[in-house]
């Protein structure tokens, strides 16, 4: 059964759509394009370059989430570091740590650019907030005068899980004849987390048909819902603010209602109350929202017709 999917953003809590990438492989489905946003974005580049749902469930177990959270030792001094990284590098931690995982799990597969992947395999969302619009990555890096061909899957991933003020914004510059004419500062974008825009773009593949049978490729979203129950977010000061503040403007994706043609076509699965910013979370968590993303992905591939 071929189809698209869609991969829905939701920080840590990614973990649970390679659950429901599990059930799919054994309802004997083919992805043929892929999209996603945040930790969306990763599940379906991983699918992308060929690895399997077993495979990520490995790399789950082995990592170590608590290690994207790296700065220099300079910003961990109480009280004072942690604001003064905001001001200047305009997030917590940098988001490097996390690019370099994922470029040496593409790697693996020899996969580096977009260019090693079937063109359209992938399809990468993130925010423009300079220009305030959507970047749908590779293809729409032409606009700002960059090559979409060589450029870097794992660059891509980092800026679509940049969530604000968490991780740095990426900066891009504009190159070619988009940057004429505009003066030296006016050719840096930024670029944070796709979930601030479009966290979960059902519609990107709607068009798309097969170019043998002409017949159109149904496209399967893979969505994360639920509130966290129980777990009221505790405001301390400005930064404990600015962090609730994220997670919820996130996480309120979830409760957005689908219409009723979109619905039938979508996983839901349920995210235990993990939150989206948990980076300290434990393997038997993460074990069961893989478990959460199996379950829902069996009930919905028992019942679907295609």
Excluded: C
């Amino acid at each position: 059964m071929l189809i698209n999917a869609v991969f829905e953003g939701g920080g840590v809590r990614g973990i649970s759509l390679a659950g429901a990438v599990q059930s799919a492989e054994q309802a004997d489905v083919v992805f043929q394009k892929l999209a996603g946003t945040s930790s969306g974005a990763i599940v379906a580049s991983l699918l992308a370059a060929g690895y399997t749902s077993k495979e990520m469930k490995e790399i789950i177990q082995q990592m170590p989430f608590s290690s994207f959270l790296t700065r220099s030792p300079v910003f961990n001094t109480k009280y004072i570091g942690p604001p003064l990284r905001v001001m200047l590098k305009k997030g917590l931690y940098s988001g490097e740590a996390l690019e370099q995982w994922i470029r040496r799990i593409l790697m693996k597969k020899n996969i580096s650019k977009f260019s090693d992947l079937p063109s359209g395999k992938l399809q990468i969302i993130a925010s423009d907030i300079t220009n305030g619009r959507i970047l749908i990555i590779p293809d729409g890096l032409r606009e700002y005068g960059i090559n979409p061909d060589t450029f870097e899957i794992a660059k891509a991933i980092r800026m679509s899980t940049s969530i604000p003020y968490f991780f740095d914004p990426v900066m891009l510059r504009l190159r070619g004849t988009a940057a004429r004419g505009k003066s030296f500062s006016e050719q840096f974008i930024y670029i944070v987390d796709g979930g601030l825009l479009s966290n979960f773009p059902l519609w990107l593949f709607d068009n798309d048909k097969s170019t043998t049978t002409g017949l159109s490729i149904p496209t399967i979203g893979f969505q994360m819902v639920g509130k966290n129950e129980g777990v009221p977010r505790r405001i301390r000061g400005p930064f404990s603010m600015l962090q609730a503040m994220v997670e919820t403007m996130l996480s309120a994706h979830d409760e957005r209602y689908i219409e009723q043609d979109k619905s039938f076509r979508t996983i839901k699965i349920p995210t235990l109350g993990v939150t989206t910013t948990n980076f300290h979370i434990t393997k038997e968590e993460s074990m069961s929202l893989f478990a959460s993303g199996y379950e829902a992905g069996n009930k919905f591939f028992g019942h679907w017709k295609g």
